[in-house]
């Protein structure tokens, strides 16, 4: 055996053993729901909350979504708020009729006149300037809680001493290829993110759902920080006002929000404002490079085992050897990544997932060049 083989054999054992340790990593956010999963809710533990639903043209989306958050069974006090940026079908109509029957609604509105374009902030600073409450939880009108357990199960973290709450948003159940593959990805995701939160300083959090305490909010001037950013609300709330220990994170099979699958064209679009935002998030170089070891770990792996086995085709022992190391990984990897997807209640992955796997980077190729290519002042707020 050759040199070159040699050295070949010892770096993919290298590559072997520590692409098995990071594939550990997919078992966190799993463990992480199980353990919140088994426990019980208490009444006098429990903040009182306002749940602050931004929508924009989406009364459909509020006819069926909003009785379901108007209907939960929360032992403290609790309140929703709807914050209708200026939309022109019928939501103002739909949220007076709710009103009438049920007292915990509340609606306010952004004028057409408001010269900020960065209408998310604005309408989450106004829904939370109306909450008479402890805490509110951000989400949006696309959003669903999976029962009427939800908003007591997700308030659950929110202990003395913590002052955020990031919580897990999946897509609706769906067969479309494409619809599979922003499933993957959201996940592939949150279990980098949501583990870093709970052991480290927060990174990111979803506009989707996000708990944070009243008074923290104000004491930090809100989004004051970050104004000069479009998008990127939550996750830069959190990422420059939360310190390690003051985040907790709420995973639990009840408490994850389930969000109506978005459009196509819009899938890239959040992906290259994400890659925005990050470049302005603080812990970007120790997250960064956390996030590509695992994107790009299993792919060099993979290369390694390739041209490994091309320059041992002659010893068909070490060949099926290499092969089948590369086989346990990815076994062991689909057990770990669809026990935390089946405790998430998502769809597992299982033929599709190291076609997925390989085709994390590309897409995130894909996001990075389109951002290179956009102008930077699509991403920043302006004045009309």
């Given at each position: 055996?050759?040199?070159?083989?040699?050295?070949?054999?010892?770096?993919?054992?290298?590559?072997?053993?520590?692409?098995?340790?990071?594939?550990?990593?997919?078992?966190?956010?799993?463990?992480?729901?199980?353990?919140?999963?088994?426990?019980?809710?208490?009444?006098?533990?429990?903040?009182?909350?306002?749940?602050?639903?931004?929508?924009?043209?989406?009364?459909?989306?509020?006819?069926?979504?909003?009785?379901?958050?108007?209907?939960?069974?929360?032992?403290?006090?609790?309140?929703?708020?709807?914050?209708?940026?200026?939309?022109?079908?019928?939501?103002?109509?739909?949220?007076?009729?709710?009103?009438?029957?049920?007292?915990?609604?509340?609606?306010?509105?952004?004028?057409?006149?408001?010269?900020?374009?960065?209408?998310?902030?604005?309408?989450?600073?106004?829904?939370?300037?109306?909450?008479?409450?402890?805490?509110?939880?951000?989400?949006?009108?696309?959003?669903?809680?999976?029962?009427?357990?939800?908003?007591?199960?997700?308030?659950?973290?929110?202990?003395?001493?913590?002052?955020?709450?990031?919580?897990?948003?999946?897509?609706?159940?769906?067969?479309?290829?494409?619809?599979?593959?922003?499933?993957?990805?959201?996940?592939?995701?949150?279990?980098?993110?949501?583990?870093?939160?709970?052991?480290h300083h927060p990174y990111?959090?979803?506009?989707?759902?996000?708990?944070?305490?009243?008074?923290?909010?104000?004491?930090?001037?809100?989004?004051?920080?970050?104004?000069?950013?479009?998008?990127g609300a939550a996750a830069?709330?959190?990422?420059?006002?939360?310190?390690?220990?003051?985040?907790?994170?709420?995973?639990?099979?009840?408490?994850?929000?389930?969000?109506?699958?978005?459009?196509?064209?819009?899938?890239?679009?959040?992906?290259?404002?994400?890659?925005?935002?990050?470049?302005?998030?603080?812990?970007?170089?120790?997250?960064?490079?956390?996030?590509?070891?695992?994107?790009?770990?299993?792919?060099?792996?993979?290369?390694?085992?390739?041209?490994?086995?091309?320059?041992?085709?002659?010893?068909?022992?070490?060949?099926?050897?290499?092969?089948?190391?590369w086989l346990c990984v990815?076994?062991?990897?689909?057990?770990?990544?669809?026990?935390?997807?089946?405790?998430?209640?998502?769809?597992?992955?299982?033929?599709?997932?190291?076609?997925?796997?390989?085709?994390?980077?590309?897409?995130?190729?894909?996001?990075?060049?389109?951002?290179?290519?956009?102008?930077?002042?699509?991403?920043?707020?302006?004045?009309?």
């Open positions: 055996m050759s040199d070159t083989a040699l050295i070949a054999l010892g770096v993919n054992f290298v590559l072997w053993v520590l692409t098995l340790i990071l594939t550990a990593h997919y078992s966190c956010l799993g463990n992480i729901s199980r353990r919140q999963g088994v426990t019980q809710v208490n009444s006098q533990a429990l903040p009182s909350v306002a749940v602050v639903i931004v929508a924009q043209e989406e009364a459909g989306e509020l006819r069926r979504h909003l009785p379901v958050f108007l209907q939960q069974k929360y032992p403290a006090e609790y309140q929703v708020i709807v914050v209708d940026i200026h939309s022109t079908d019928d939501t103002q109509k739909l949220l007076e009729e709710l009103e009438e029957d049920y007292p915990q609604l509340t609606h306010s509105c952004i004028p057409p006149s408001a010269r900020d374009i960065s209408k998310q902030r604005l309408a989450m600073m106004l829904g939370t300037k109306t909450a008479c409450t402890e805490w509110v939880v951000f989400t949006k009108a696309d959003c669903c809680p999976g029962s009427n357990e939800w908003l007591a199960s997700f308030m659950l973290a929110a202990e003395q001493g913590k002052e955020a709450v990031i919580g897990l948003t999946r897509y609706a159940q769906c067969e479309d290829i494409q619809m599979r593959k922003r499933q993957f990805l959201r996940l592939w995701k949150q279990m980098l993110w949501i583990p870093f939160a709970e052991h990111w959090a979803e506009d989707s759902l996000l708990a944070y305490r009243r008074e923290y909010f104000f004491s930090h001037q809100g989004f004051r920080s970050d104004s000069k950013r479009l998008a830069l709330l959190v990422n420059r006002n939360i310190s390690k220990g003051q985040c907790a994170v709420s995973v639990s099979p009840k408490a994850v929000l389930i969000q109506d699958n978005p459009l196509p064209h819009t899938w890239l679009q959040e992906r290259v404002f994400d890659a925005d935002i990050a470049r302005h998030a603080a812990y970007k170089y120790l997250y960064g490079c956390w996030y590509d070891i695992k994107m790009l770990i299993p792919l060099i792996y993979m290369t390694s085992t390739v041209v490994t086995c091309i320059l041992c085709l002659e010893n068909y022992i070490l060949t099926g050897v290499t092969a089948a190391l990815w076994i062991v990897r689909d057990i770990v990544f669809n026990r935390t997807a089946r405790q998430l209640n998502i769809k597992t992955f299982h033929l599709l997932l190291p076609f997925l796997c390989a085709a994390v980077p590309v897409w995130e190729s894909q996001a990075w060049i389109k951002w290179c290519l956009t102008s930077k002042k699509v991403f920043r707020k302006k004045f009309v």
